[in-house]
């Protein structure tokens, strides 16, 4: 009986082990996914956008590391596909997002109301002003997403071409 015990001690103590193993080979796994994942997110241009179909550049950047095309960020271009293509070793493929022209945002100000919709949107913080006061758009900080204007009740808010802003 006793060399039954042992029997049984060891076959326990073996898959004890194993699965302690198994459990920190999950969790290196994790790890090296969670430094994929901040790479891939540093190589985005952090626009926050959402025309990848993601609520921003870190859920695109998980989408992206688990399986998600590399080739679906529009303001980061072909060259931005290209490099998460090379980070994630993956090949090349052409970007499926048109690129979009740079535009920016401008407000009216004459006819802005000072809502604050249009800062509360900006994923950016390209947007400067004060409730019941006129904003404005600080120009080299916009990245002409167009989320400001849909939120505007007075529509004061147009989308140009960069080289036309004011």
């Known amino acids: 009986m006793t060399g039954l015990a042992t029997s049984l001690g060891l076959v326990l103590l073996s898959l004890v ?3 302690a193993l198994a459990r920190a080979e999950r969790r290196r796994e994790a790890g090296q996914v969670a430094t994929l994942e901040a ?3 540093a190589l985005l241009p952090q626009t ?3 025309h990848c179909g993601y609520a921003g550049c870190r859920p695109y950047a998980k989408a992206v590391v688990n399986g998600a095309p590399a080739t679906l960020c529009a303001p980061g271009g072909q060259e931005g596909a290209d490099l998460l293509a090379r980070a994630l070793g993956r090949p090349s493929a052409p970007l499926e997002a048109p690129t979009p022209s740079p535009l920016v945002a401008v407000i009216r100000e004459e006819e802005c109301i ?3 919709k249009c800062i509360q949107a900006c994923p950016v913080d390209a947007i400067l002003g004060a409730a019941q006061r006129m904003h404005s758009v ?3 900080w916009c990245t002409g ?3 400001c204007v849909e939120p505007c009740p007075v529509d ?3 989308l140009i071409p960069r080289s036309a802003a004011p």
Do not use: A, P
């Open 17 to 19: 082990g194993l699965l």
């Open 39 to 41: 790479q891939v997110h």
């Open 48 to 50: 926050q956008c959402g």
């Open 114 to 116: 000072g809502c604050t």
């Open 138 to 140: 600080v120009e080299s």
């Open 145 to 147: 997403c167009d989320l």
């Open 156 to 158: 004061c808010i147009d």
